[in-house]
Protein backbone atom coordinates (compact mmCIF):
# COMPACT_ATOMS: atom_id res chain seq x y z
CA UNK A 1 0.00 0.00 0.00
CA UNK A 2 1.15 3.45 -1.07
CA UNK A 3 -0.21 6.77 0.04
CA UNK A 4 0.08 9.93 -2.17
CA UNK A 5 0.37 13.96 -1.22
CA UNK A 6 0.72 15.96 -3.59
CA UNK A 7 1.95 19.83 -2.58
CA UNK A 8 3.73 22.88 -4.34
CA UNK A 9 0.72 23.70 -6.56
CA UNK A 10 -0.30 27.39 -6.79
CA UNK A 11 -0.88 30.62 -9.58
CA UNK A 12 2.16 31.53 -11.46
CA UNK A 13 2.69 33.93 -14.29
CA UNK A 14 3.25 32.50 -17.89
CA UNK A 15 6.56 31.75 -18.41
CA UNK A 16 7.15 30.74 -14.66
CA UNK A 17 8.53 28.21 -12.57
CA UNK A 18 7.15 25.71 -9.79
CA UNK A 19 8.15 22.98 -8.49
CA UNK A 20 5.81 20.37 -7.30
CA UNK A 21 6.27 17.54 -4.41
CA UNK A 22 4.58 14.20 -4.08
CA UNK A 23 5.42 12.37 -0.86
CA UNK A 24 4.86 8.63 -0.28
CA UNK A 25 4.19 5.97 2.12
CA UNK A 26 5.35 3.08 2.57
CA UNK A 27 8.79 1.21 2.57
CA UNK A 28 8.41 -0.36 -0.55
CA UNK A 29 8.33 3.29 -2.51
CA UNK A 30 11.68 2.80 -4.15
CA UNK A 31 10.14 0.03 -6.14
CA UNK A 32 7.47 1.65 -7.57
CA UNK A 33 7.75 3.52 -10.94
CA UNK A 34 6.26 7.27 -10.45
CA UNK A 35 4.23 9.32 -12.81
CA UNK A 36 3.11 12.43 -12.78
CA UNK A 37 -0.41 12.98 -14.71
CA UNK A 38 -2.81 16.65 -14.84
CA UNK A 39 -6.18 16.98 -15.81
CA UNK A 40 -7.68 20.50 -16.69
CA UNK A 41 -11.91 21.26 -16.43
CA UNK A 42 -13.96 19.57 -19.08
CA UNK A 43 -10.84 17.15 -20.22
CA UNK A 44 -9.55 14.08 -19.66
CA UNK A 45 -6.45 12.98 -17.52
CA UNK A 46 -3.12 13.16 -19.50
CA UNK A 47 0.14 11.72 -18.99
CA UNK A 48 2.84 14.12 -17.83
CA UNK A 49 5.91 12.26 -17.61
CA UNK A 50 7.38 8.76 -15.74
CA UNK A 51 10.07 7.86 -13.84
CA UNK A 52 11.68 4.44 -13.50
CA UNK A 53 12.17 2.79 -10.11
CA UNK A 54 15.95 3.96 -9.43
CA UNK A 55 15.27 7.28 -11.43
CA UNK A 56 17.80 6.40 -14.52
CA UNK A 57 14.78 6.45 -16.36
CA UNK A 58 12.08 8.83 -17.65
CA UNK A 59 9.54 9.53 -20.21
CA UNK A 60 7.73 12.24 -20.93
CA UNK A 61 4.65 13.81 -22.88
CA UNK A 62 5.87 15.70 -25.87
CA UNK A 63 3.96 18.50 -24.96
CA UNK A 64 6.00 19.08 -22.12
CA UNK A 65 9.38 17.98 -23.06
CA UNK A 66 12.24 20.19 -22.65
CA UNK A 67 9.97 22.15 -20.19
CA UNK A 68 9.22 19.47 -17.19
CA UNK A 69 11.60 16.76 -15.54
CA UNK A 70 10.93 14.83 -13.49
CA UNK A 71 13.33 13.42 -10.26
CA UNK A 72 13.02 11.21 -7.17
CA UNK A 73 14.93 10.70 -4.09
CA UNK A 74 14.24 7.17 -2.77
CA UNK A 75 15.56 7.55 0.57
CA UNK A 76 13.29 10.50 1.38
CA UNK A 77 10.32 8.72 -0.17
CA UNK A 78 9.56 11.84 -2.51
CA UNK A 79 9.05 12.87 -6.21
CA UNK A 80 9.35 15.95 -7.72
CA UNK A 81 7.83 17.55 -10.68
CA UNK A 82 9.90 20.81 -11.67
CA UNK A 83 7.58 22.86 -14.25
CA UNK A 84 9.57 25.90 -16.24
CA UNK A 85 8.45 28.05 -19.06
CA UNK A 86 4.76 27.49 -17.80
CA UNK A 87 1.97 28.20 -20.57
CA UNK A 88 -1.60 29.00 -19.84
CA UNK A 89 -2.58 25.46 -21.11
CA UNK A 90 -0.71 23.84 -18.21
CA UNK A 91 -3.37 25.01 -16.32
CA UNK A 92 -4.71 22.10 -14.46
CA UNK A 93 -5.13 19.39 -11.19
CA UNK A 94 -1.52 17.66 -11.23
CA UNK A 95 -1.53 14.41 -10.15
CA UNK A 96 1.55 11.92 -8.99
CA UNK A 97 0.70 8.07 -9.39
CA UNK A 98 2.89 5.25 -8.33
CA UNK A 99 2.79 1.87 -9.99
CA UNK A 100 4.83 -1.75 -10.35
CA UNK A 101 4.93 -1.78 -13.92
CA UNK A 102 7.33 0.04 -16.59
CA UNK A 103 7.29 3.55 -17.32
CA UNK A 104 4.23 4.50 -19.53
CA UNK A 105 1.48 7.26 -19.75
CA UNK A 106 -1.82 4.47 -19.45
CA UNK A 107 -3.29 5.60 -16.59
CA UNK A 108 -4.55 1.93 -15.96
CA UNK A 109 -0.45 1.21 -15.36
CA UNK A 110 -1.18 3.38 -12.00
CA UNK A 111 -2.40 1.60 -9.02
CA UNK A 112 -2.05 4.55 -6.30
CA UNK A 113 -2.87 8.32 -6.70
CA UNK A 114 -2.84 11.27 -4.88
CA UNK A 115 -5.20 13.69 -4.34
CA UNK A 116 -4.16 16.19 -6.57
CA UNK A 117 -2.67 20.16 -6.29
CA UNK A 118 -4.01 23.06 -8.52
CA UNK A 119 -1.28 24.93 -11.20
CA UNK A 120 -2.57 28.01 -12.60
CA UNK A 121 -1.25 29.68 -15.03
CA UNK A 122 -2.18 33.44 -16.06
CA UNK A 123 -1.39 34.59 -19.24
Known amino acids: QVQLVESGGGLVQTGGSLRLSCAASGRTFSAYTMGWFRQAPGKEREFVGS????????DYADSVKGRFTISRDNAKNMVYLRMNSLKPEDTAVYYC????????????????WGQGTQVTVSS
Open 97 to 112: AASLMRLGGETSRYDY
Open 51 to 58: ISWAGGST
